[in-house]
């Protein structure tokens, strides 16, 4: 079975702050894709980034990073120099089947003026 | 281009009665997926299509949701009769047939049962 766990039900930051999301991950499959997503106010998910989990290469975008370790089973997500626009819930997600997607609970982010 | 629509945006029932949503996805996306995203919760596959067949409904609760996809194209997701557990957000995703993993989400139908 897959499990997607997100600690941190909510924080909150003020602006230019950086700040760190955890994710972490359960699979028995070798071969999987970790997602990351952005919910904003208006309801649609966004994508923000995939990584395979052949790829242990940290990835920058920009204000953000991603920091993938499968010896600990985590896909954290960092906003460095957070904006107000940032405020929304981000989601981590697990495939393993393609198409069907397991979700964390996410983490509501507030970034303050 | 024209994103995944979604209608109606909310809704407001009482329970033991029906509603429907209707979802139209990206134009040339062959698959289409049906998630219930609970209050504080990630969002639940419910059901996903291929063009107008089913691919995966093991998490719809069959004695009360149904959806259907005719003509590959529209896809509608009922609930008769509505419980107050199935208030939620209805999301509706699309992607290309040999894309699975990229996804485009609508912005969701907001279901309130009372």
């Known amino acids: 079975a897959q499990k997607v766990t997100q600690a941190q039900t909510e924080i909150s930051v003020v602006e230019k702050e950086d700040v760190t999301l955890d994710c972490v991950y359960e699979?028995?499959?070798?071969?999987?894709?970790l997602f990351w997503y952005k919910q904003p106010p208006s309801g649609e998910l966004v994508f923000l980034i995939r990584?395979?989990?052949?790829?242990?290469q940290n990835e920058i975008s920009g204000r953000y990073s991603w920091n993938f370790q499968k010896s600990t089973s985590s896909f954290n997500f960092t906003i460095t120099a957070s904006q107000v626009v940032d405020s929304a819930v981000y989601f981590c997600?697990?495939?393993?089947?393609?198409?069907?997607?397991?979700f964390g609970d996410g983490t509501t982010l507030t970034v303050k003026p | 281009e024209a994103g995944v629509a979604q209608s109606p945006r909310y809704k407001i029932i009482e329970k033991r009665q029906s509603v429907a949503f209707w979802c139209n996805p990206i134009?040339?996306?062959?698959?289409l997926y049906w998630y219930q995203q609970i209050l504080g919760q990630g969002p639940k596959l419910l059901i996903q299509?291929?063009?107008?067949?089913?691919?995966?409904d093991s998490q719809l609760p069959k004695d009360r949701f149904s959806a259907e996809r005719l003509k590959g194209v529209d896809s509608t997701l009922k609930i008769q009769p509505a419980k107050l557990e199935d208030s939620a957000v209805y999301l509706c995703?699309?992607?290309?047939?040999?894309?699975?993993?990229?996804?485009?989400f609508g912005p969701g139908t907001r279901l309130t049962v009372t």
């Open positions: 299509f291929q063009n107008n067949g089913v691919v995966d």
């Open positions: 134009s040339g996306h062959a698959t």
């Open positions: 995703a699309s992607s290309l047939v040999f894309r699975p993993l990229e996804q485009y």
């Open positions: 699979t028995r499959d070798t071969t999987y894709y």
């Open positions: 997600a697990l495939n393993t089947n393609a198409g069907k997607s397991t």
């Open positions: 990584r395979n989990s052949f790829d242990e």
